[in-house]
């Protein structure tokens, strides 16, 4: 089993929808949650990052984790062409970086 | 954040030749680490290069493949040694800024390809 699991996709939203993005994660003493947006052929950039459980929102990026269920999202209201990327989860145990595999979201217009 | 440059941005080599990619930051950081990102694949974490000490590297990576330096806390080198064409990848710089925090903030990456 890996550590962190995302569906690959692609995903394929309609401008102005909301784009849900879904990650779960193997290890319970995991501590930090991490989304990351890479755009084809460009290193990861940090967009979020969470703690604890529920909800922390961010201009129109949501991060929602239950560690009950070992699983974290990323909400994108409102999603924009400029937002189609590939989006990596990681998780840290606190001695360890995983990252997942990455689902490739694209944003219609 | 910081502000993360990598030399070179990309190169094509040949086979059984090195290449050193560098990693400077902007900023003095606790931690750095080299990810290799082969086409289409997800980050795999080579090691933790550590300041003043001999690099931490994680399984399926050795020193004499991939040797690591870090003479202070804004430079590192990571050498892609005797290279083959499964070497074939992009090569990520990433930092902690804190101690004991997990954020990690990555360079532009160094596009490598090997004949």
């Known amino acids: 089993q890996k550590e962190v699991e995302q569906n690959s996709g692609p995903l394929s939203v309609p401008e102005g929808a909301i784009a849900s993005l879904n990650c779960t994660y193997s290890?319970?003493?995991?501590?930090?949650f991490f989304w990351y947006r890479q755009y084809s052929g460009k290193s990861p950039e940090l967009i979020m990052f969470?703690?604890?459980?529920g909800d922390k929102e961010d201009g129109r990026f949501t991060a929602q984790l239950n560690k009950a269920s070992q699983y974290v999202s990323l909400l994108i209201r409102d999603s924009q062409p400029s937002d189609s990327a590939t989006y990596l989860c990681?998780?840290?145990?606190?001695?360890?970086?995983?990252f997942g595999t990455g689902t490739s979201l694209t944003v219609i217009p | 954040s910081a502000v993360i440059s990598q030399k070179p941005s990309r190169d094509i080599c040949q086979r059984g030749t090195s290449l050193t990619i560098q990693c400077q930051v902007d900023?003095?950081?606790?931690?750095m680490f080299w990810y290799r990102q082969q086409p289409g694949q997800s980050l795999t974490l080579i090691a933790t290069?550590?300041?003043?000490?001999?690099?931490?590297?994680e399984s399926g990576f050795v020193i004499d493949k991939f040797p690591i330096s870090r003479p202070n806390l804004t430079f590192s080198t990571l050498t892609v040694s005797n290279m083959s064409p499964e070497d074939s990848s992009i090569y990520l710089c990433?930092?902690?800024?804190?101690?004991?925090?997990?954020?990690?903030?990555f360079g532009p990456g160094t596009r490598l390809t090997v004949l």
């Open positions: 990681a998780v840290s145990t606190g001695n360890q970086f995983y």
């Open positions: 900023s003095q950081v606790t931690m």
């Open positions: 290069a550590n300041q003043g000490s001999e690099a931490t590297y």
């Open positions: 990433s930092v902690g800024l804190v101690a004991g925090a997990d954020t990690q903030y």
């Open positions: 969470i703690y604890s459980n």
């Open positions: 290890d319970r003493g995991s501590q930090s």
